[in-house]
Structures are given as C-alpha cells and as structure tokens.
C-alpha cells in the first residue's frame, strides 16, 4: 500500500515562501488523487482540502483561501507532489498533511472522508 511521507516544512516570516513535498515509495501514484490538508494550532484538523491533485492527469484543485498563492503540482519521474506555498500568512500556520485517495478519478476529491493513507505532517510556522 502506499504511504505518502511529507518533507519541506519549517519557519518562514510572513510573505514569504515554502515548497512541501509529497512522496511515496515502493507504488506508483498514477491511479492516486493526493490532497494536502492542515490542522493549525489548537484547532482540529481542516475537513476540505487546502489543495489537491489528479497525479495521472495533473488536475488541481483549491481551496479560496489559498487561490493565488499556492500551487500544487507533480513529478511524474520522482513520484512526487509538490505544494509551493507564497506570500504566506501567520494563519497558514498550521501541520500539514499529505493523504492519497484511490482511484484518482476525474477530479481530486475535497473532503478528508475520501482519503484513506495520510502522512505524518509536516510544521509549517509563519511568523516574524
């Protein structure tokens, strides 16, 4: 089965950038969606995507709080996705989560319920 491992979280002031990763080794994430999702401090975890994607066909999908700023993409070759993250804010602070959802379909799924491997998180904190 595959399990997805999250790199590439850290410290970065406000309006500043960072790039997450999204791996997994062993099975291909051709037939996968892959979502990021984040649980800030003290609160529970976001039921609804902050992104995701279609990793065979490379649709995306956003959530408006992130529309602009972050972008999601794949590497087909390194079976991996990516989340660029720009001008980010104090309120992005937050672990955030790499889960995959078999089959991809058409398009990426929003919601946690249609997710069944998640990664162990990665910190990202937004402060100066």
């Known amino acids: 089965q595959v399990q997805p491992v999250e790199s590439g979280g850290g410290l970065v002031q406000p309006g500043g950038s960072l790039r997450l990763s999204c791996s997994a080794s062993g099975v291909s994430l051709d037939y996968y969606a892959i979502g990021w999702f984040r649980q800030a401090p003290g609160k529970e975890r976001e039921g609804e995507v902050v992104a995701c994607i279609t990793f065979n066909d490379g649709r995306p999908n956003y959530a408006d709080s992130v529309t602009g700023r972050f972008t999601i993409s794949r590497d087909k070759p390194k079976n991996t996705v990516y989340l660029q993250m720009n001008n980010l804010r104090p309120e992005d602070t937050a672990v955030y989560y790499c889960?995959?959802?078999?089959?991809?379909?058409?398009?990426?799924?929003?919601?946690?319920?249609?997710?069944?491997?998640w990664g162990q998180g990665t910190q990202v904190t937004v402060s100066s």
């Open positions: 889960a995959t959802a078999f089959p991809g379909g058409r398009y990426c799924p929003s919601s946690e319920n249609e997710y069944s491997r």
